[in-house]
């Protein structure tokens, strides 16, 4: 994976979590401008903000990075789209990338999916809008196995929705959820 150039538009390098067997993995959409930079997904300022919320439920974010699997929809960084936001994927560079996480979902086997933001949750869950899926635990089913999978928003400081009503108690709901999880507790999360 890491030697991967598939994708023209795509700007290495590669990112990817520690090889952890876990029974909890977090998908996210793609790595930042910045996380080629530190060598590690969540590497910024929206990682500051996702280990503030699971620190709320009880793992800070060595132990997470230790404990979690965590992968992405896409692992390298899209570029910058027109306006100078962080471009989303394509449909085709998503599928492209696609090998690499049904791969880790064959090896690491996860009871439980974090799926952070919408583009990770559109991979796995049908959806309009976050409030329709964010607080609720979701059964997904890949390559004949049925996992729970628990969405998050994007931990963007560019995004409002994770700080204004619904999508604060919605939040609430969902990482109470993960704590709650068996998968969670069997990592020390609780």
């Known amino acids: 994976m890491r030697a991967c150039t598939d994708c023209p538009d795509m700007r290495g390098p590669v990112i990817a979590g520690n090889p952890v067997l876990s029974p909890v993995m977090l998908v996210g959409q793609a790595p930042g401008v ?11 300022t ?18 997470v990075r230790e404990r979690v ?30 090998r690499w996480l049904h791969a880790e979902l064959e090896i ?17 869950l049908e959806h309009r809008r976050l409030a329709d899926v964010v607080g609720e635990v979701h059964r997904v089913e890949h390559a004949g196995r049925v ?3 628990i969405p998050l928003p994007h931990p963007s400081g560019a995004s409002t929705w994770h700080r204004t009503e619904p999508g604060r108690a ?9 704590r709650a ?6 990592i020390g999360g609780g």
């Open 170 to 178: 919605l939040l609430a709901r969902a990482l109470e959820r993960l």
């Open 147 to 149: 996992v729970e999978a």
């Open 181 to 186: 999880h068996s998968a969670w507790s069997a």
């Open 69 to 98: 699997y965590m992968a992405a929809v896409c692992r390298c960084f899209p570029g910058k789209a027109p306006g100078g936001a962080d471009r989303v994927p394509t449909r085709v560079e998503a599928d492209t990338c696609a």
């Open 34 to 44: 910045h996380e080629g930079e530190v060598g590690r997904p969540f590497g910024w």
């Open 46 to 63: 929206a990682g500051k903000t996702l280990f503030r919320w699971l620190e709320s439920i009880g793992l800070d974010e060595a132990a």
């Open 108 to 124: 690491v086997r996860p009871r439980v999916l974090v799926l952070v933001g919408r583009f990770a949750i559109g991979r796995f």
